[in-house]
């Protein structure tokens, strides 16, 4: 188990985690884990271990945008009856001004497309409108996941 002093921590798990204070962007290509009988356990799945709920929602976070490519990283649980929060949250709670997440599992390849047409459509100065472009051009493309990814937070 980790301790709350970093003892534990991996060097590359430390350097994430000192990198997202200063960071303008923020982009997560991977695994994330939706927990809904134990919300506090949902993480991004880094190499060296979880990025977790508790880490994230205690680490600042003054990004623009927070990219979250990952299965499921944009759904939400319900935490204590008191109302839904997930990944794409803790990361608004942390300070993002916007989040791009998925609300269920998608195809590598159809989150590499997206991916591609939202940065080149501006996505770090326009995300809400450059996931309606990057929606369409999925949509067009018959890709059935083109309707996966969502924006909260700053439009």
């Known amino acids: 188990m980790r301790g709350s002093d970093g003892e534990g921590w991996s060097p590359e798990y430390r350097a994430v985690r000192a990198a997202l204070p200063a960071a303008a962007q923020v982009h997560f290509a991977g695994h994330g884990v939706l927990a809904p009988r134990d919300p506090w356990a949902a993480h991004l799945a880094l190499a060296d271990g979880p ?3 508790p880490e994230i929602l205690t680490t600042p976070v003054r990004a623009r945008l927070v990219v979250l490519s990952g299965c499921e990283t944009g759904a939400d649980s319900v935490l204590l009856d008191e109302g839904a929060v997930g990944l794409a949250e803790a990361f608004l709670a942390a300070g993002a001004a916007s989040v791009l997440a998925t609300d269920r599992p998608v195809a590598d390849a159809s989150a590499a497309r997206f991916m ?6 501006g996505g770090a100065d326009r995300p809400a409108e450059a996931a309606r ?23």
Do not use: E, N, Q, Y
């Not at 472009?133 to 969502?150: E, I, N, Q």
């Open 51 to 53: 990025l977790g709920l």
């Open 116 to 121: 591609a047409a939202f940065h080149d459509a």
């Open 133 to 155: 472009v990057a929606a369409a051009f999925l949509r067009t493309k018959g890709d059935p996941h083109w309707s996966a990814f969502r924006v909260i937070g700053h439009r």
